[in-house]
């Protein structure tokens, strides 16, 4: 969710014009470190289908847009470099393999009865030539589909991403 959903639960004002970790304006150079609760660090200019398209298409951080998403081919950092963002909250699972075994098929079965029914094809080129073109294009699909998961979970604040323990309220004595 955006900052100013929150803006209402900021205990000083001064976090309302924090960007990150940074402070931004104010007088501020950008390289004085603040201590900021990770709820708040999101900017208010990034929306939550700007975070989800920076993670699925450039496999970049949710919450900056700059640092890496994957430290592998999908191994997820569990902190991003540039941020701190924590990225172990994310809970993808088995949903990037079932919705690319999805797409894969849906795309594979109509372009596969259309070849079939235009060039009449042998089989044997039909079994080689689609399960390549299957495995090449789930190969290609699967980081960008959990890494659009994965934005997702961010923007929503899913799985662990965005709670922080509750603040102690003073009690007016």
């Not at 940074?22 to 007088?27: A, N, P, S, V």
């Amino acid at each position: 969710m955006p900052l100013r959903h929150f803006a209402a639960q900021i205990p000083d004002p001064s976090l309302a014009f924090l960007c990150g970790r940074h402070r931004l304006d104010k007088g501020g150079t950008g390289k004085e470190r603040v201590n900021v609760p990770r709820l708040f660090r999101q900017s208010p200019a990034r929306t939550p289908g700007q975070a989800r398209d920076d993670a699925r298409a450039r496999g970049r951080c949710p919450c900056c847009g700059k640092g890496r998403l994957f430290q592998g081919y999908l191994s997820v950092s569990p902190a991003c470099r540039h941020c701190g963002e924590e990225l172990h909250h994310q809970r993808a699972d088995d949903g990037p393999a079932y919705l690319t075994i999805l797409l894969v098929s849906h795309l594979g079965a109509p372009f596969l009865l259309a070849i079939f029914m235009m060039y009449r094809p042998s089989a044997m080129s039909m079994l080689i030539g689609f399960s390549l073109g299957a495995v090449v294009l789930s190969l290609l699909l699967l980081p960008a589909i959990k890494g659009g998961l994965i934005g997702f979970q961010w923007a929503r604040r899913m799985h662990g991403f965005g709670s922080e323990p509750a603040m102690a309220e003073t009690a007016a004595p």
